[in-house]
């Protein structure tokens, strides 16, 4: 069963967790020193702050699937839609995931995504409190239908 994904950047986390805690009736499940994770069951969703961008408000929004299978149909679902799709597979935030993004009309990135595991670091990387960007997301709408993955986490992206 597939899970609706939201990320907000928050310009401070204690406060901002103290919120949602109170909001959703439970405590994160995942907390670092610039992010917060819920998974929720009712509604079924995967809420993640974080301080990371340079401005508050919404990051991006996303369908997480269970497995690949799920993964392939949301794939089809973004080409369909229209916009140009980018794959992405590595690591972006605190997890490792197969992902494919695309940007609305509206302008706002979607992230269809299948988490592997945890990272210890954000986006992997040894020099990650360095990067100012909230995670991945293209800031966007491509250029081309399916630029490398290498260019996921520029400071000109947007989210995680």
């Known amino acids: 069963m597939k899970r609706l ?4 950047s928050v310009a401070e986390l204690s406060s901002a967790i103290s919120f949602y805690q109170q909001l959703f ?55 369909a839609a229209g916009n140009p799709v980018r794959p992405e597979n590595g690591a972006c935030c605190y997890m490792e995931s197969n992902k494919y993004w695309t940007v609305d009309p509206a302008g706002i990135p979607w992230e269809q995504f299948h988490s592997l595991h945890e990272v210890p670091t954000f986006n992997g990387s040894a020099d990650a ?21 290498s260019s996921c986490c520029s400071p000109k992206s947007g989210c995680c």
Not at 5 to 8: D, F, S
């Open 25 to 79: 009736a439970a405590e994160p499940s995942v907390v670092k020193d610039d992010y917060a994770k819920w998974m929720l069951d009712d509604p079924r969703v995967n809420f993640a702050i974080s301080t990371r961008s340079g401005k508050t408000g919404l990051d991006h929004l996303g369908i997480q699937a269970e497995n690949a299978d799920e993964l392939a149909e949301l794939e089809q679902r973004a080409n």
């Open 5 to 8: 994904h939201i990320h907000v």
């Open 129 to 149: 409190k360095s990067s100012t960007s909230a995670c991945c997301a293209p800031s966007e709408k491509p250029a081309t239908p399916a630029p490398s993955a």
